[in-house]
Structure formats: structure tokens, C-alpha cells
């Protein structure tokens, strides 16, 4: 299997930088283990979405899409549960 390439939407980079500093490294984890594998154990699909993906980091929450055919991951939104699907 390719590894995949991360791109980060300038949006979700915002919003990475304004994360606390104990979750801010936990997320960038998440994110580049994306590179190996795009739909890790724990990872769902969104519903009403043809190509929308989520992990859950505790709180947080970390959206986005899969384009196979390009072998790129492209993290839209990092966003509070409470926060991210609005």
C-alpha cells in the first residue's frame, strides 16, 4: 500500500496552532499517521457524505476527506465535538 500525502487545510491549521499544548501533539500524531494508513481502526465515515472521514482524540474531533485515486488525505476541520459538525 502507498503512503498517502497530508495536506491540511489552512482552516484546520488555525485551528491545530489554537489547540491547548497536551492535545496539540497528539493530534499532529493522529494527522501524519494518516500518511500509512487513511482509515485507521476507530476512524467513521460521516453520514451525508460521499467522501467525509472522522477520528475521534478525546473532545476533538478530526474531519477529513480520502482521494485514493491521488493518494492524498486532506484534513479539513480540527475542530470541539461540540463545535465541529456545525
Request: glycine share 6%; hydrophobic share 40%.
Amino acid at each position: 500500500m502507498p503512503k498517502y500525502r497530508v495536506d491540511v487545510a489552512p482552516a484546520a491549521t488555525r485551528a491545530i496552532d489554537a489547540l491547548d499544548g497536551s492535545i496539540r501533539p497528539r493530534v499532529i500524531r493522529k494527522i501524519m499517521g494518516l500518511k500509512e494508513e487513511p482509515r485507521p481502526a476507530g476512524c467513521k465515515k460521516l453520514a451525508g457524505s460521499d467522501n467525509l472521514w472522522r477520528i475521534r482524540m478525546g473532545s476533538y474531533r478530526i474531519v477529513y476527506t480520502i482521494e485514493d485515486a491521488e493518494v492524498l488525505v486532506l484534513v479539513t476541520r480540527v475542530a470541539h465535538r461540540r463545535e465541529v459538525y456545525r
